[in-house]
């Protein structure tokens, strides 16, 4: 099911970032990342991602900034974005309550919910 789907990976910490992507490459995802939002609507457009991997705290936009501007966007509102963080779990699902990110993943469960939750956007699809 993983095979020929792009996922963006963006999280301005190097190290959170290869995690992310070595956790979805080892399920069959084609990996790009890239460290900062600016730059991830092109991003998107040029390299056919089928959906996107952001951290919420980055200091150059946060990542529910980013997802906002997806949503208002025609041409990216439907692609699938979600949000990975080590806040609050409460703080996280208030995030998810206004509809703008599709699924929110906390860090401590990378592994075991990220692959799961992305399968479950892209089938949707």
């Not at 956790?23 to 056919?48: D, Q």
């Not at 990216?76 to 206004?98: K, M, V």
Request: hydrophobic letters at 45%.
């Amino acid at each position: 099911m993983a095979l020929g789907q792009n996922i963006l990976v963006i999280d301005d910490d190097d190290t959170a970032r290869e995690v992310t992507s070595a956790v979805l490459a080892a399920a069959g995802f084609t990996t790009h990342s890239i460290s900062s939002p600016i730059g991830a609507t092109r991003a998107v457009r040029e390299l056919g991602i089928d959906a996107v991997v952001c951290d919420l705290n980055m200091p150059a936009m946060r990542g529910d900034a980013l997802a906002k501007l997806f949503r208002q966007s025609k041409s990216l509102h439907s692609i699938p974005l979600i949000l990975i963080s080590g806040a609050p779990r409460e703080e996280l699902e208030a995030l998810i309550a206004d509809g703008t990110v599709d699924a929110i993943v906390h860090k401590s469960d990378l592994s075991s919910v990220l692959v799961q939750q992305l399968r479950r956007l892209l089938s949707r699809r």
